[in-house]
């Protein structure tokens, strides 16, 4: 049984490229939550998610980011026109029902150059 | 002021000493979490308290909603256990989104 799978796990892209991160739940696990953490700064949630529906993205920033959990495959966080405040690392967690139970995937580091 | 505060910031102690790392929170909470960071970055999620006490092996973490504070106790501490631990709450509005502490770097030296 897999646990929370991201990939890329490092993925550098230069100053208006696009980003594409991607996150594959636990099996039987329909809740997905991204998280942000800036380089020495704490964790910051983004969006969560459930199939085909975004939930809460109060924590998205208002332009350029976007994400879904399409009905087939993994989430996906995108990143459009990437600039340098962007680098981070990008954490996903999974639930079966909410976010009192998570489990967390290895994250993906994005370095803009 | 953060919703959630750690203390310390940081903590070197030697093997075997007994850890406590401290969170207090400000907000109304239905949970708290405390999670673990090693270096190269994966979290892994130690405890999900919503009253009481819970243990696992040689970590203990107990909360006081009353008091809106949480700690995590480490007993005869291993550098294996040098990480980054952090306090999240999940907040009882707004049902899914938690907010974190800033972390606890913790180094057990030999």
């Known amino acids: 049984n897999a646990g929370v799978m991201q990939n890329p796990r490092h993925l550098v892209r230069r100053r208006g490229q696009e980003a594409r991160l991607r996150c594959s739940p636990m099996?039987?696990?329909?809740?997905v939550y991204w998280y942000r953490q800036l380089p020495e700064e704490g964790l910051k949630f983004m969006v969560y998610?459930?199939?085909?529906?975004?939930?809460?993205e109060s924590g998205m920033p208002k332009e350029r980011f976007s994400a879904e959990f399409p009905k087939e495959g993994p989430s996906i966080l995108r990143i459009q026109q990437v600039v340098r405040g962007d680098s981070a690392a990008y954490f996903c967690?999974?639930?079966?029902?909410?976010?009192?139970?998570?489990?967390f995937g290895a994250g993906s580091r994005l370095t803009v150059l | 002021k953060n919703e959630v505060e750690q203390s310390p910031q940081n903590l070197t102690a030697q093997e075997g000493e007994f850890i406590t790392i401290n969170c207090s929170y400000s907000?109304?909470?239905?949970?708290l979490h405390w999670l673990q960071q090693h270096p190269g970055g994966g979290i892994v999620s130690l405890f999900m308290?919503?009253?009481g006490k819970k243990k696992h092996g040689r970590l203990i973490a107990t909360i006081n909603i009353q008091e809106k504070h949480s700690s995590l106790h480490i007993t005869a501490s291993h550098p294996r256990d040098s990480a980054v631990y952090i306090c999240?709450?999940?907040?009882?509005?707004?049902?899914?989104?938690?907010?974190f502490g800033q972390g606890t770097r913790l180094t057990i030296n030999p």
């Open positions: 967690a999974s639930s079966p029902f909410g976010a009192n139970v998570l489990t």
């Open positions: 099996k039987g696990h329909s809740h």
């Open positions: 998610l459930q199939k085909e529906n975004i939930i809460d």
């Open positions: 907000v109304g909470i239905s949970a």
């Open positions: 308290l919503s009253s």
């Open positions: 999240a709450v999940l907040l009882i509005q707004g049902a899914q989104k938690l907010v």
